[in-house]
């Protein structure tokens, strides 16, 4: 079973193309890594995988081990030093673009074919132990990838029974080891004709009985990279007015920050000069010399996403308990 070394599942979903949902996956990622969660990213989108692309590791290859795949690392776990430097998770990533021949290869594959990888994704990836969450990237729609995960993440969850085991005192105790689909979270932009396919999506989780977690309003306005000042680009509010009339948790909105993408491009620039502090020279760039989850701290957008993060593992240890 591959997934037996994770405690919770939770689908990054939406109905609507180009919203962002490989940015939220990956924010969400480093955010709950640096909360010290041990994270890992599945990108289950097979035909357009962008999770390679933002982590820059287009280059790496899955590792082929005894009983499995073994994910690609993206930085290791670190011990709390002080109060000033807490501990930080482990996060791996997975991808079929890890498994193509080169960056521009075509995935030209029909629904079968489709659900067969969905299946050895979740059979066949041994993520590392005590994995604390594992974040499924999805494709647009409610398409083949997303019935076959939900379908197989069911089935893992109804087929393995809890295990007995024994403590110091000669009791049997009763320890579920099933991996929780703890949830789903969707994300949308505030146009009408976003939110109107992202409705979809929410019936989708509610016919499959995947909870969903919230609502995430992506590229809701644009953030000055000189004041921080955030304008409304498109139209304001209408993932808050979709998730407060399907009566589901909103968990806020995200503004457009050129800062980000800067990041996940390599560029130089202030932000990247302000996470390091180091001057550069010759062929020597901040973005190979610090982690991303590093340099991730002095995004605009952390903060936001750090409180995603809490709000979701919140709510998922209310629910589970552990």
Known sequence: MGLENVKHVVLVLSGKGGVGKSSVTLQLALSLSQQGHNVGILDIDLTGPSIPRLLNLEDKKVTQAPGGWLPVKVHDARDASDENTPRRGALHALSLAFLLPSRS??????GPKKTA??????SDVLWPPNTDYLLIDTPPGTSDEHIAIVEELHKLAADVQPAAVENGNGLHLEIDHRPKLSGAVVVTTPQAIA?????KELNFCVKT?????GVIENMAGYMCPCCGEISNVFSKGGG?????????PFLGSVPIDTGFGALVEGVQGDTDAAST?????????????TELVERYKSCGLFPIFSEFGSSIHQKIQEVSGS
């Open 117 to 122: 990888m969905i299946r050895q994704f979740v």
């Open 105 to 110: 290869s075509a995935v030209i594959w029909r």
């Open 277 to 289: 502090n180091t001057p550069t020279n010759g062929d020597s760039s901040p973005s190979h010399q």
């Open 209 to 213: 009985q995947v909870p969903v977690l």
């Open 195 to 199: 939110t109107a396919d992202v409705r």
């Open 240 to 248: 808050q007015i979709m998730a407060n009339e399907a009566n589901i």
